[in-house]
């Protein structure tokens, strides 16, 4: 099993922009739960920025603004790219990630495409992960 530190590693460095191969279920939710803790961290920083300051102005304001808008475009990509990956996981096409975008029930049904066990055998989006020997 791959550990969180490995799971945002894999996305954020080696595997940023690729889209073939697979990715385990704990890749996938390791990575989701380090994008919504960096998320959160910003917005919250953000929000206490406003309310200390009691305005929406500001330097410091712009510029947590501004990286929370940096951080959510640099995250957009690898965020999209995993789940690509784990839906080869289970078997699917990568463009199964486009049922997001069907209105009130698209993204349920995607969720549930997420949390479905991956395919034990090698599928042709490649073998099944493997931890790597400590």
Request: proline letters at 4%; hydrophobic letters at 50%.
């Amino acid at each position: 099993m791959i550990s969180f530190l490995q799971a945002v590693e894999t996305c954020l460095s080696e595997k940023y922009f690729t889209l073939s191969g697979r990715a385990s279920r704990a890749e996938y939710w390791w990575f989701a739960l380090a994008t919504f803790l960096i998320l959160v961290v910003l917005s919250s920083a953000l929000g206490g920025v406003a309310v200390l300051y009691k305005s929406e102005g500001g330097m410091l304001y712009m510029m947590l603004l501004l990286l929370l808008v940096l951080g959510i475009l640099a995250l957009a990509i690898p965020s999209v790219t995993v789940c690509v990956r784990r839906l080869h996981d289970t078997g699917r096409s990568g463009w199964w990630y486009l049922v997001n975008f069907v209105p009130y029930i698209g993204s349920l049904v995607l969720l549930v495409l997420l949390l479905l066990p991956s395919d034990p055998d090698e599928n042709e989006y490649g073998a099944p992960y493997s931890a790597p020997e400590a």
